[in-house]
């Protein structure tokens, strides 16, 4: 959805396996974000980033591991800390003038065997 | 941190009928952008309609429409002549101008159609 893309669609991880998920848009936006999505509940904030080589945790960071390292990406990393990474992957950009421009990607949908 | 409640877990309505949602907020920010987005099977977050604190219009796009109440701190939406494709889950937003400008989300609401 306007120029932000995911990948991969599908996911599928060992349990003790560390996976990244990525996230890039050519749109100029500053700011990204990653959302977490579980069936029955709304979106929850995992990382976020306002700028280049800055970034915050969220609400639910614990077990993630971002990096922003060029404005164009955001990737996120699951690592084997994280207990139930089983989940739908949502990644948000935000910018243009006065930040009045954001998009969602297409998602992430991530499964541990 | 703001709250968004959406009390809703699951509504129906019937082809060309009209049905509301609802969508409580918590803040004490007077300025603030709330949306209404729209998840269909795919997946994919479609922005539905979004609505500036400040303005006292309440938003309007084609068959959706919002009834916002700052005061009671509701933002409501209303799906008029309701067709099959507007079957998905509806996500009730929330975000602020200052600190992260991140989104809260309220839980969703499924919506029905029935032909």
């Known amino acids: 959805d306007g120029g932000i893309t995911q990948s991969p669609k599908y996911l599928f991880r060992k349990e003790g396996q560390n996976v990244t998920l990525s996230c890039e848009q050519n749109?100029?936006?500053?700011?990204m974000y990653w959302y977490r999505q579980d069936p029955g509940q709304g979106l929850r904030l995992i990382y976020y980033?306002?700028?280049?080589?800055?970034?915050q945790k969220g609400d639910i960071a614990e077990g993630y591991s971002v990096s922003r390292e060029k404005k164009e990406s955001f990737p996120l990393t699951v690592t084997s800390a994280q207990k139930n990474p089983t989940a739908f992957y949502l990644c948000?950009?935000?910018?243009?003038?006065?930040?009045?421009?954001?998009?969602f990607g297409p998602g992430t949908r991530l499964t541990v065997l | 941190a703001q709250t968004v409640t959406q009390s809703q877990p699951e509504m129906s309505v019937q082809e060309a009928e009209t049905v509301t949602l609802s969508c409580t907020y918590d803040?004490?920010?007077?300025?603030?952008?709330l949306f209404w987005y729209k998840q269909p099977p795919s997946r994919q977050m479609i922005l539905v309609i979004r609505?500036?604190?400040?303005?006292?219009q309440n938003a309007t796009e084609n068959r959706f429409s919002v009834n916002f109440q700052k005061a009671a701190k509701s933002f409501s939406l209303k799906i008029s002549d309701s067709q099959l494709g507007d079957a998905a889950m509806y996500f009730c937003?929330?975000?602020?101008?200052?600190?992260?400008?991140?989104?809260?989300f309220g839980a969703g609401t499924r919506l029905t159609v029935k032909p």
């Open positions: 609505q500036e604190a400040y303005k006292q």
């Open positions: 749109l100029n936006h500053d700011a």
């Open positions: 803040t004490s920010e007077s300025d603030y952008y």
């Open positions: 937003a929330y975000r602020s101008p200052y600190n992260n400008n991140d989104m809260r």
């Open positions: 948000l950009t935000s910018g243009g003038l006065g930040r009045n421009e954001q998009f």
């Open positions: 980033s306002q700028i280049v080589n800055d970034f």
